[in-house]
């Protein structure tokens, strides 16, 4: 399973652009790459997945280099909502039963 | 979109009692499905790989005996804490995916968690 590293928190402040990057080095030709938002005492939630180049959703983009070796994830125009705290995936659902392994994941927090 | 309802969100048990948490997907079906503890201010821990119709895949250093698994049909999976202590006291987390060939690599979909204490 591809092991993920992202920031420990990052802070922002509202109506700002934030990006969150997660390295994946050892990540293998059918991962993709997934991100999910926690807020406290919730489940994650899905926000984008890729596997090349540039996705974009009505939440987010996920931008993602030649060699796939990280990713980032871009929030446009944050607000206090979203804080929480993020998470990068990278898996396949044909391998490994198709889980995939948690990192520490990247506490945003968006102050006014 | 693909929907995962896990029931209770809370429950409050004695030490020595069992508990058990159920996961359902709404709206599609699942062959597959996961099972997470999380601590206070961690991540997501993985405990095991929930088949259905066979037995569960656990992850290292989890008890099968202690948590028990059983994923009867397509849209259930449920698991059980089997006597509990208060170190079992955590919140507890499944996902699912969709499946079919349509679906590939579709993303994970979670519950809404359980907040299990064990006093």
């Known amino acids: 399973l591809a092991k993920t590293t992202q920031p420990i928190s990052m802070d922002s402040y509202e109506g700002q652009e934030v990006n969150i990057t997660c390295s994946h080095n050892?990540?293998?030709?059918?991962?993709?790459i997934t991100w999910y938002q926690q807020f406290p005492s919730q489940g994650p939630r899905f926000i984008i997945q890729?596997?090349?180049t540039k996705v974009t959703n009505e939440v987010a983009s996920l931008f993602i280099p030649a060699d796939r070796k990280s990713s980032t994830l871009s929030l446009p125009r944050v607000s206090l909502s979203d804080t929480a705290v993020y998470y990068c995936?990278?898996?396949?659902?044909?391998?490994?039963?198709?889980?995939?392994?948690f990192g520490d994941g990247t506490t945003l927090t968006v102050k006014p | 979109g693909a929907v995962v309802s896990q029931h209770p969100s809370r429950v409050i048990c004695k030490s020595g009692t069992s508990v058990k948490i159920e996961c359902r997907s709404l709206?599609?079906?699942?062959?597959?499905m996961f099972w997470y503890r999380q601590f206070p201010k961690q991540s997501l821990m993985l405990m095991a790989t929930?088949?259905?119709?066979?037995?569960?895949?656990?992850e290292q250093g989890v008890e099968k005996d202690k948590f028990l698994i059983n994923h009867a049909s397509l849209t259930l999976s449920t698991l059980t804490v089997t006597s509990a202590h208060p170190e079992d006291s955590s919140f507890y987390i499944c996902?699912?995916?969709?499946?079919?060939?349509?679906?590939?690599?579709?993303?994970?979909?979670f519950g809404n968690g359980t907040r299990l204490t064990v006093t």
């Open positions: 996902s699912a995916r969709e499946e079919g060939a349509s679906s590939y690599n579709s993303p994970l979909h």
């Open positions: 995936l990278v898996g396949d659902r044909a391998t490994n039963a198709g889980k995939s392994t």
């Open positions: 050892n990540i293998a030709t059918n991962d993709y």
């Open positions: 890729g596997y090349k």
């Open positions: 709206d599609f079906q699942a062959t597959t």
């Open positions: 929930s088949n259905e119709g066979s037995k569960a895949t656990y």
